[in-house]
């Protein structure tokens, strides 16, 4: 995978994105992090980035920031080998003018940036956008950005989906229109580390194992067939790696593993793990949905209604993704057991001081 000129990486900071720099520099790939404050972050970063097995000595930093007009890069570039877009405001309840204009506008100030820089854009999107029944309900035109109503898209995808919708979208029709070398990487919701567990504490599955231990899911959201698909975060960084370094890339990876089991099996595997008993009745979408409009209910059970649509019943097409992968020596691990590790993690960090081990 080596190469002199390093690969500049939006979101180096954030939980996927340091695990991403662990992955390029353990290759001895090195890394430009794009970061809003390097003197701060860039020690912290390459502390991470050693303990995940990578070298955080081959990873630099610029400042740079997606709210600001042409990312407020604070110096001059180097010639790249390709610039890896993951950054974005991850969060339930994002009021939309903030939404978009770091979403939307930064990931468009990114691809005119490897227009100019004439290099390829990994531009990371998410596994909704296959899901084309779902974008037809929120009706999105994936074709023409203009031809859709976004005001109407945000109201009932609320702000992160649909500004990650939009900026996939106008990202697309760009680097189409420009001639950019685009590969769009697409994950389903990322689990944690398959050999750690390792799992921020904002990501949606930590909050589901945090709701389902603190006894707040009394029932399973949807039906039998509902599930949430899930990716290993050290996949997902191998995958996006190579979609950055490697010379044949199908234009879209979806990273989402099929296996993946449905939300029951989901939560009795965390359930078993945490030694608790797993929920068993069903409580039907629209109830849910209908609940959650009782105002304090979102706060009181941390279930946000927006972050219902990422559980739904639609199964994806993973052929040529998962051709890639085996074309590059990578596999899924086990996902039932990367469920046990996150819940494991999860457990450690929730472990009273005189829980400890010795
Ligand atoms: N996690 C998932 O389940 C999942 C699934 C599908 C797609 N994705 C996508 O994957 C990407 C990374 O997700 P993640 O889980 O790693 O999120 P994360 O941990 O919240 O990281 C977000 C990153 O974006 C940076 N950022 C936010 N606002 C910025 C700004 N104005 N300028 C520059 N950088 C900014 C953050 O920097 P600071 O450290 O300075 O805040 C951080 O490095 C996102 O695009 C997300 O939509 C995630």
């Known amino acids: 995978m080596k190469h002199d000129n390093p690969i500049l990486i939006t979101g180096a900071s954030g939980f996927i994105g340091r695990t991403v720099c662990a992955e390029l520099s353990r290759a001895q790939q090195p890394v430009l992090a794009m970061l809003r404050d390097p003197p ?35 110096e001059p570039l180097p010639a790249l ?23 939307v506008e930064g990931a468009l100030a ?10 390829r854009l990994v531009f990371i999107s998410g596994f909704m956008l296959e899901n084309h029944g779902h974008l037809t309900r929120l009706g999105i ?5 203009n031809q859709t109503d976004w005001q109407q898209v945000y109201r009932r995808a609320g702000g992160y989906e649909a500004s990650k919708l939009e900026a996939a979208i106008r990202v697309r029709e760009y680097t189409r229109d420009h001639g950019v070398d685009m ?8 689990a944690g580390d398959s050999r750690s567990g390792q799992l921020d504490s904002q990501q949606p599955l930590y909050q589901l194992i945090d709701n389902l231990a ?5 029932a399973i959201p949807g039906s039998r067939e509902h599930w949430l698909p899930l990716v290993a975060v050290d996949l997902l960084a191998a995958i996006i790696a190579r979609a950055a370094t490697s010379s044949v890339v199908p234009p879209r990876v979806l990273a989402l593993d099929r296996h993946t089991p449905t939300l029951q099996g ?16 069903f409580l039907p979408m629209a109830v849910l949905a209908a609940l959650l409009r009782i105002p304090g209910l979102p706060r009181l059970l941390n279930t946000w209604p927006e972050a219902l649509h990422f559980i739904q019943t639609t199964r994806f097409d993973t052929k ?27 457990q450690q960090q929730h472990r009273q001081p005189d829980q400890q081990p010795a």
Request: proline letters at 6%.
């Open 183 to 190: 590969i769009e990487v697409q994950p389903a919701t990322v």
């Open 266 to 281: 989901m939560l009795t595997t965390v359930a078993d793990t945490l030694q608790q008993r797993p929920p068993r009745r």
């Open 81 to 103: 080998q390709a610039i890896i877009h993951l950054g974005a405001r991850f969060a339930w309840q994002l009021p939309m003018v903030e939404a978009r204009q770091t979403n």
């Open 214 to 218: 603190r006894g707040r899911m009394a």
């Open 40 to 74: 701060r972050q860039l020690p912290a970063l390459r502390r991470e980035v050693d303990a995940l097995g990578g070298q955080g000595s081959l990873v630099q930093a610029i400042g740079g920031d997606l709210d600001k007009p042409d990312l407020g890069l604070s």
């Open 110 to 119: 990114v691809a005119r940036l490897a227009h100019s820089q004439r290099t």
């Open 141 to 145: 035109n994936l074709m023409h950005a």
């Open 320 to 346: 040529s993704s998962d051709t890639f992968l085996a074309n590059q020596g990578l596999a899924h691990p086990p996902i039932q057991a990367v469920i046990a590790a996150s819940t494991r993690y999860y």
